[in-house]
Each structure stands twice: as C-alpha cells, then as structure tokens.
C-alpha cells in the first residue's frame, strides 16, 4: 500500500491512509512500515474505510485508514514535504505480512 496520508485520530492512534495495490488487509494483520530511512513493524489496530467506519477487511483497490499503535508521527518526520498550507507524505509504503507469519 503506497502512503498517501498520515495523521493521529484522538482515541484511535496513527492513522495511514492509501490504497491497497494487491492482496488483502484485514484488523490483526501484521505491516511493515517502510520510510526512506527505516523500516517498523506494526499491527494493524483498525482499518476505516473512506468515511471513518470502522471495517475488518479491505481487498485490493480499496481506499482505506490503517490505525497503529505502534508509531506515531514523529516516525515520518523525513517523509513530510510541505506544499502551499499541507504537508504530503512522499516514500512511505506498508507492505503486510502473508496471514500473521513474520513475527510471534
């Protein structure tokens, strides 16, 4: 999933929103956060769909939010390109985990 936004949600965490190029994410899932600079496990806490609602799956071409506990945006801080009144998240990408197998 190629990054296109990151934010925190008050109650929720780190949200990052994309799309889903192929494959399937589902609440559970394991992620590999990847930046220009590092790479982070997490897990995804929550997936939203395009207005807020709470979902348990997304299938390839779905637009969605993934919530992490695990960063926050401090973690991005290298991949914030501010342009006119916002920032854009420029080489940011979640690559997850086949079915809970990379780490215990």
């Known amino acids: 999933m190629l990054v296109e ?3 925190n949600m008050t109650g929720l965490g780190t949200v990052l929103t994309g799309k889903v190029l192929s494959g399937s994410i589902s609440t559970g899932d394991q992620a590999l956060c990847k930046t220009p600079s590092r790479e982070i496990k ?3 806490a ?5 207005n807020s609602r709470s979902i348990k799956k997304a299938e390839a071409g779905s637009t969605v939010g993934v919530v992490c506990k695990e960063i926050d945006l401090s973690s991005f801080s290298d ?3 501010v342009e006119g009144d ?3 998240v420029v080489g940011v990408t979640l690559v997850f985990a086949p079915k809970k197998s990379w780490w215990g």
């Open 42 to 44: 997490v897990r995804v």
């Open 79 to 81: 991949c914030m390109q």
């Open 5 to 7: 936004d990151i934010f």
């Open 86 to 88: 916002h920032n854009r």
């Open 46 to 50: 929550q997936l939203l769909d395009t």
